[in-house]
């Protein structure tokens, strides 16, 4: 595998239930992130980690809850989410977390919460 | 605060002919500004940057954006329109984040037909 991979790509849910998504990088980067991509909207940033350190929370909800175990993986943990969750989760990372840094995306999970 | 905005949700071109994406930003301090590119069931990947070096920046596959602080404006272009362009294309610029860490802020999105 190279880059970053996601996985699922595709995932349903109902209000109740409990999943996670999951993000890999083949990088070797030290900084990821989690946007969230809805229609007609720009990408808002969700979560950052650098070293595996959350050094930012853009605001969300605390349904959502990430967890970065180390500097490879990072997973976006759901439950009790509402339908307008319903989007394209995107991972992303970069070498470190400044804006010069370019960010290098997954392919998405494209959620859909019933 | 920082801000993009990206003039037309939506450009339809014929194969062959240039291609314009408009990007305006607003940033308090010297910004720096992206263009990505999502082709269909794909991430974001980037096109080119501009990190205060020249103004005139050279991207991937033929593409190239102009930084100009007097219209705040980095406008991405291509001289001949090719199929595989067919994509949406967003407009990024740093700034700080209300943590002060360093983010990126992106447009809404252009997405970019090509007519054969």
């Known amino acids: 595998e190279t880059g970053v991979t996601q996985t699922p790509r595709h995932l349903v849910m109902g209000m109740t239930n409990k999943k996670s998504l999951k993000c890999e990088q083949h990088l070797g980067h030290n900084a990821m992130y989690w946007y969230k991509q809805s229609a007609k909207k720009p990408l808002e940033l969700m979560f950052v980690y650098s070293l595996e350190e959350r050094v930012e929370n853009n605001s969300v909800p605390s349904r959502f809850s990430p967890e970065c175990p180390n500097s490879s993986h990072l997973f976006l943990h759901l439950h009790t989410l509402q339908p307008e969750d319903s989007a394209l989760y995107l991972c992303?990372?970069?070498?470190?977390?400044?804006?010069?840094?370019?960010?290098?995306f997954g392919p998405g999970t494209r959620l859909t919460v019933l | 605060a920082q801000s993009v905005t990206q003039l037309g949700s939506h450009v339809s071109v014929s194969e062959g002919a240039l291609v314009l994406l408009r990007c305006n930003y607003s940033?308090?301090?010297?910004?720096?500004l992206f263009w990505y590119v999502q082709y269909p069931n794909q991430g974001l990947q980037l096109l080119l940057k501009y990190t205060s070096a020249a103004t005139l920046v050279k991207g991937i596959n033929g593409f190239e954006a102009e930084f100009k602080k007097s219209e705040t404006s980095f406008h991405l272009t291509k001289p001949s329109a090719h199929m595989s362009d067919a994509a949406e294309y967003f407009c990024a610029v740093s700034g700080e984040s209300n943590f002060g860490n360093e983010k990126l802020t992106f447009g809404t999105g252009t997405r970019l037909t090509i007519i054969p």
């Open positions: 940033s308090s301090v010297p910004p720096y």
């Open positions: 992303a990372s970069s070498q470190g977390p400044l804006s010069t840094d370019t960010q290098y």
